[in-house]
Structures are given as C-alpha cells and as structure tokens.
C-alpha cells in the first residue's frame, strides 16, 4: 500500500544482552519507561517496540535522531515535531510491530490464542460471530477480526467509546482502508488501518 510501511520485530531474535544494548541507545524518557516494568517481557517489549520505530523511520525517512513523543488527551502518541508521519505500535508475547504511514494509521498484532465465547458475544456482532462459528479455524478467524477492530480504534485515538460491535461497519463509511494478514513466523495475526484521502 502506498505511503505505509511495516516493521516487525520477534521477541526470540533478541538476547537479553541485545535488549540491554538498546536499552542503553534509548532517550532517558524511553530508558525510564521501560525501566519501570517490573516483568521482563513488558520491558522487551517497550524497548522493542521503540527500536522497530527508530528503524523504520530511519528506512523511510532517513531520520536518524531519536524521536520524541507527544500524546493527545487519550494517550495516543505522535511524533514531536514531525506531523506528517504518523505511527502506531503493537506488540503480543511473540514480536512487536509499527507501521508509519502518511497518514492516520493503526496497527495491531496478536498471537494465536483460544477463543473465549464470551468475548465473541462481548465483541462480534451477529454476522461476525456467524463468521467465526462456522469457520474451519475459529480461533483465527476470531483473530482476523478482532486485529481489524483494534486496528481502527489505535488509528482513531480515542480508546474504546461504543460497542466493540460496530466498528466494522463504521470503519467502512469513515475512509478507512483494512488490511489483515498471517505472519507465518509465529501465526500471528497482523491487521493495519490506514486513514485515505488524506494529503
């Protein structure tokens, strides 16, 4: 897609003497907040995370500077200084990703997982969760859409506001473009919105 670029990072590529090292390249806020998680994996994730960041906007952009962050009132970060790339990052136990974009975006992973009936009552509406029910692998088809879901809440900002339930549909009269795909390596399930007609 043009103007979108991925980036995805594997947890199991990295030693715990490779995370140090970049731990080391952080700005001290970054250092900080991956110094606050108390678990390991948070940590490798945050500092992960950061790293896939720094380097796509090196590939795409020839940034080499650390970039700061600013956040809107929800949380959702921005790049300081730099509006027109916009980012989302997303990781699972398995790998982290970010997408930069020219415009608005949304990125989400996730890792194969049982399916939960209630959180497909909780989440799906009623064609979707037909849709799953009758797929040869439930557990993956749930996954395709949850992604696309999450995807398009991270691109719009604002957490979860409303039912889980419609945002699909919404998404589609909103020029949003959804995407979803497996990534082999690990079965994780990768889904991006991205925001058209923007300049």
Known sequence: ?????LYVLYMDDYTARDIESLVEQLPAWR??????YRHEAGRRQCVLAYEALRRGLRERYGIAENP??????????????LPHIHFSLSHCREAVGCLL????????LEASRPVRESLVRYTM??????????ADDPQTAFLRLWTRKEAVLKLRGTGIRGS???VLAQAATHDLEVHTRLLPRKQIVCSWAVKTGQQ
């Open 125 to 134: 509406n009623e064609a979707e969760a037909s849709l799953i029910g009758s």
């Open 68 to 81: 700061g962050f600013d956040y809107n009132s929800y949380g959702k970060p921005s790049l300081h200084r």
């Open 31 to 36: 250092r900080e907040q991956a110094l606050r």
């Open 164 to 166: 889980m339930k419609d």
């Open 1 to 5: 897609m043009c103007g979108k670029g």
């Open 101 to 108: 974009s020219d415009s608005e975006c949304g990125l989400d």
